[in-house]
């Protein structure tokens, strides 16, 4: 067996230690040619579109998933529509520490390179750009390696409170929508140099504040309401970003304290307050202080204002002759948004079943009986102001199932 495996290992390390083959390093000077592939420019660095290059652009669109196949010397082109004050997010499909990410260079309508926010991602996940107005934009993509095989395209808005991971960088919208002071907080109970950053795209911060403590960082700053603010976040490890004061969400707690108790008069300044709250992201409804107390105030003026629904009356309960079932009927009420039908085989009614009828009909046929006597009745009910309000349940009638 060694004469033979001496040998055989003798012939392995010279093929190893030998010259690549012609093909193999043409591939791996591809691999290199990729790495620092940059397309042609003019002598302003720029490169330009051509009307054939704009023609040819594949549509793309917020939510989508673009498969890419990058070649050596090569790029796409594609064509983004955007609204007015619309951030976005270009997510590489994998990034790798020398290769493997996407590079971005972003065009107006009329082909004119335009540099927006964060377009190199060196620093953060993601190119962010932002759109000053509503048009459609061209994006000339080109790749530092051939493992990338799609790049996606989210909102990059702040809405809601984010908890997601990092190994670097990460930034965020954010469109207030009134003026007055916000405070963000991000924490990070792994990564203790976690920071963040609020910077303007097209508006004013005063009285800008950071404070930074061990796993936790947070900033306050008067915002104008309508303008774009990008939120910067670095982290690396899993972080918590969250909205912890809103002036939009401290005008709706003023708005709900001012109502003080509920009142058969007050109704529609409980509506306004609602439709004040749901205007807000869900970040800044979180932010509320007083929000439970709105639903208080909710149900309290249901309660006062309720609707009175009438009780029913059962015109009969009738066996069928074949298969064990049963068919009820009643009078219907005015108003009423269904009907509940209680049965069982207790005359008091315990571990009945209820089945729920359509305010269409006024009967119901009850299925799988058994060779008992059963007991039935039924009552409406009605909604009002998201709430569900029952009648006094009919007199009980009785079949007997043979």
Known sequence: MRKYLFPLLGVLFLAVLAPMSVDARQAEDAKVDLFYYYPSTDENDNYKLTAAEMAGAQAISVGSTVNVDFRVDD??????????????????????????????????????????????????????????????????????????????????????????????????????????????????????????????????????????????????????????????????????????????????????????????????????????????????????????????????????????VAKVKIKKVKAAKKGKKATVTWKKISGAAGYQVTYGTKKSLKKAKTVTVNASKSKAVIRKLKNKKYYVRVRAFKTYRGQTFYGSYSKVKKVTIR
Do not use: H
């Open 75 to 308: 790029f796409k082109v594609y064509k983004l529509s955007l609204a007015a004050n619309q951030v976005v997010r270009f997510n590489d499909a994998k990034n790798g520490e020398e290769q493997g990410w996407v590079s971005y260079c972003f065009y107006n309508s009329a082909g004119e390179r335009k540099y927006y926010y964060n377009e190199y991602t060196d620093d953060y996940d993601g190119a962010v750009i932002y759109s000053d107005k509503a048009e459609t934009y061209y994006i000339l993509a080109y790749s530092n390696s051939s493992a990338v095989s799609y790049f996606s395209i989210t909102d990059a808005s702040f809405r809601e409170n984010v908890t997601q991971k990092a190994n670097k960088g990460t930034q965020f919208a954010f469109v207030p929508s009134v003026t007055g002071a916000y405070t963000f907080n991000v924490k990070d109970s792994n990564y203790k140099n976690v920071s963040m950053s609020i910077s303007a795209v097209n508006g004013e911060i005063t009285d800008y504040k950071e404070t930074e403590g061990k796993y936790t960082s947070s900033v306050s700053a008067n915002l104008t309401a309508g303008k774009t603010y990008i939120l910067s976040v670095y982290s690396n490890g899993k972080y918590t970003l969250t909205l912890t004061k809103s002036a939009a969400a401290d005008a709706v707690a003023a708005q709900i304290a001012r109502i003080g108790s509920a009142t058969t008069s007050n109704g529609a300044a409980i509506d306004a307050a609602r439709a004040a709250f749901n205007a807000l992201t869900p970040a800044e409804q979180k932010a509320v202080s007083n929000a439970a107390t709105l639903t208080a105030l909710e149900n309290q003026y249901a309660n006062l204002t309720k609707p009175s």
